[in-house]
């Protein structure tokens, strides 16, 4: 079975940046698309942005396209989530997640992932 644990989240003032990885271990994320969601207080977790196992498709929530980068690192068993222009409605605990199918697509649904990190707090101050 595999763990994911989330780092690189803290705080940081509106318009600045943060980068976010999730780690793997117990194995291989290489064959499975993975996922970052986010829950603020008092709401429900939200998709954030997913990347299939080769990389080449990556979708993105409209509240943060265009700001947000998504992407993989398969020799390292990593993904990471680039954050730019942050504003304070990012404010919430990021978690990562594998896909609950091998060579799955991409998906927006957080049934579709079977296993997820703990989550790290990212706090955009504004």
């Known amino acids: 079975q595999v763990q994911l644990a989330e780092f690189g989240g803290g705080l940081v003032q509106a318009g600045g940046s943060l980068r976010l990885f999730c780690r793997a271990s117990g194995r291989t994320i290489s064959p499975y698309a993975m996922g970052w969601f986010r829950q603020a207080p008092g709401k429900d977790r939200e998709f954030v942005a997913a990347?299939?196992?080769?990389?080449?498709?990556?979708q993105y929530s409209d509240s943060v396209k265009g700001r947000f980068t998504i992407s993989r690192d398969n020799a390292n068993n990593t993904i990471s989530l680039q954050m730019s222009s942050l504003k304070s409605e990012d404010t919430a605990i990021y978690h990562c997640a594998q896909g609950r199918v091998i060579l799955g697509p991409v998906s927006s649904l957080t049934t579709n992932y079977a296993s997820w990190g703990q989550g790290t707090q990212v706090t955009v101050s504004s």
């Open positions: 990347i299939n196992y080769s990389g080449d498709t990556i």
